[in-house]
Nanobody, 123 residues
Framework: QVQLVESGGGLVQPGGTLRLSCAAS????????MGWYRQAPGKERELVAA???????NYADSVKGRFTLSRDNARNTVYLQMNSLKPEDTAVYYC?????????????????WGQGTQVTVSS
């Protein structure tokens, strides 16, 4: 069984910073892409940023220049550094990873989700 455990959300004033972490654990054989999505009230879930195993990163236009995604393959962990936060960044942020477990080595990667962490940007 695989778990994605997120941490780092909270309440911050506009212009502030937060750092989200997501650690994957369990019977992991290999992890492909990792990243973060977010969902604001009344809106669809959207991609924030994603990183391949090799380190290529894709950012949503709305966060380019403000958010930085990084990954520690040895720790199966992905980080999202969020700077210059805006009220429109308020959302539940979900970690996502494409994982093969010890039992699915010869199967395609499966997508796993974290439980979500609330980020609120407000004065």
């Amino acid at each position: 069984q695989v778990q994605l455990v997120e941490s780092g959300g909270g309440l911050v004033q506009p212009g502030g910073t937060l750092r989200l972490s997501c650690a994957a654990s369990g019977s992991i054989f290999s992890i492909n892409d990792m990243g973060w999505y977010r969902q604001a009230p009344g809106k669809e879930r959207e991609l924030v940023a994603a990183i391949t195993r090799g380190g290529s990163i894709n950012y949503a236009d709305s966060v380019k220049g403000r958010f930085t995604l990084s990954r520690d393959n040895a720790r199966n962990t992905v980080y999202l550094q969020m700077n210059s936060l805006k009220p429109e960044d308020t959302a539940v942020y979900y970690c996502n990873a494409e994982i093969k477990t010890s039992y699915t080595v010869y199967s395609p990667y499966s997508r796993y989700w974290g439980q979500g962490t609330q980020v609120t940007v407000s004065s």
